[in-house]
């Protein structure tokens, strides 16, 4: 099944700085997403790549697809207080109809 | 951005109780879905649900739960006889109609439930 593994991270860097964190995956997906959740909250969507894509950015957000060796990765350009949060990996896979999710990488961003 | 709302956010029940949780997906959304979050740990996809039936489900999903779309706007998921391991945050979320696999899927803020 698909499964969408973060490397089990937690982040602390100081406002400014980028935070970069990664997600590796086991079958072939037709997209992967990334989500955000402040604490106690809900899932906000930040970015979806698809398999076909190798690079997409949106704002201070870019993300990387690798196929070849099913990881991906989520970088956040020029910190702040307010991205702290955890960030979640999903992929959303062939023949089912559900997102597998990574356990999430906590980022404390220090103003 | 129109919005998922899930209500109640925080629900305390007694083991074996039934219990009901309420979400409202966006308007003109036609997937829907739910996913739970125990403390810590990963979150976990529950059912899917399109066309006014579930198109699929894992393998929590047991015969103690059940969604309903009683009218054109509500979505709910029952728990018939809740246990202790079903404490967890549970998230409603909701997906526009188009290729599904280029949509994004809007959550809930969620309803934290904890059975005693």
């Known amino acids: 099944s698909q499964q969408g593994e973060e490397d089990p991270q937690a982040l602390s860097i100081q406002e400014g700085e980028n935070a970069t964190m990664n997600c590796s995956y086991k079958?072939?997906?037709?997209?992967l997403q990334w989500y955000r959740q402040n604490s106690g909250r809900g899932l906000v969507h930040l970015i979806l790549i698809r398999s076909n894509e190798r690079e997409k950015h949106s704002g201070r957000l870019r993300v990387t697809l690798d196929t070849s060796k099913k990881s991906s990765s989520l970088l956040i350009t020029a910190s702040r207080a307010a991205d702290t949060a955890s960030y979640f990996c999903?992929?959303?896979?062939?023949?089912?109809?559900?997102?597998?999710f990574g356990k999430g990488n906590q980022v404390v961003v220090i103003p | 951005e129109p919005e998922v709302t899930q209500t109640p956010s925080h629900q305390v029940t007694q083991m074996g109780q039934e219990v009901i949780l309420r979400c409202v997906p966006i308007s003109n959304h036609l997937y829907f879905y739910w996913y739970r979050q125990i403390l810590g740990q990963k979150v976990e996809f529950l059912v899917s649900f399109y066309n006014n039936e579930i198109s699929e489900k894992s393998e929590i999903f047991d015969d103690q739960f059940s969604v309903e779309r009683p009218d054109g706007s509500n979505f709910t998921l029952k728990i018939r006889s809740t246990k202790l391991e079903d404490s967890a945050m549970y998230f409603c979320?909701?997906?526009?109609?188009?290729?599904?696999?280029?949509?994004?899927?809007?959550f809930g803020s969620g309803t934290q439930l904890s059975v005693l």
């Open positions: 999903a992929t959303d896979g062939y023949g089912n109809n559900r997102l597998a």
């Open positions: 079958t072939s997906i037709n997209n």
């Open positions: 979320a909701s997906q526009k109609p188009g290729l599904r696999a280029n949509e994004k899927l809007f």
